[in-house]
Nanobody
């Protein structure tokens, strides 16, 4: 079982910065790929950035050069540093991960974990 708790959202003016944090429970954090998704008004939830257990990162085009995802395995925490924020970055940001586990009698099951979300509002 993995629990995810986000923090760091808030209201910021366009051009400003915020850093989101996601603290994960459990001892398997270092083995997990961690993701940040966002839900913006009128759009489906989208993957913003992810970081593998080895530290490889990917980003959607609209945040490249502005957002940085990182992780601290000693603190079981993943971060999303957001700079040069734009009004279109407004939304609820969610931490996400998933883990494939074996259950006797059921076989392999992919367990999906989401945080509760943190609101980011960028004013123009």
């Amino acid at each position: 079982q993995v629990q995810l708790v986000e923090s760091g959202g808030g209201l910021v003016q366009a051009g400003g910065s915020l850093r989101l944090s996601c603290a994960a429970s459990g001892s398997i954090f270092r083995d997990l790929t961690m993701d940040w998704y966002r839900q913006t008004p009128g759009k489906q939830r989208e993957l913003v950035a992810d970081i593998s257990s080895g530290g490889s990162t990917t980003y959607i085009d609209s945040v490249k050069g502005r957002f940085t995802i990182s992780r601290d395995n000693a603190k079981n925490t993943v971060y999303l540093q957001m700079s040069s924020l734009k009004p279109e970055d407004t939304g609820v940001y969610y931490c996400h991960t998933q883990r494939r586990a074996y259950y006797p009698g059921r076989g392999y099951v992919t367990n999906v974990y989401w945080g509760q979300g943190t609101q980011v509002t960028v004013s123009s």
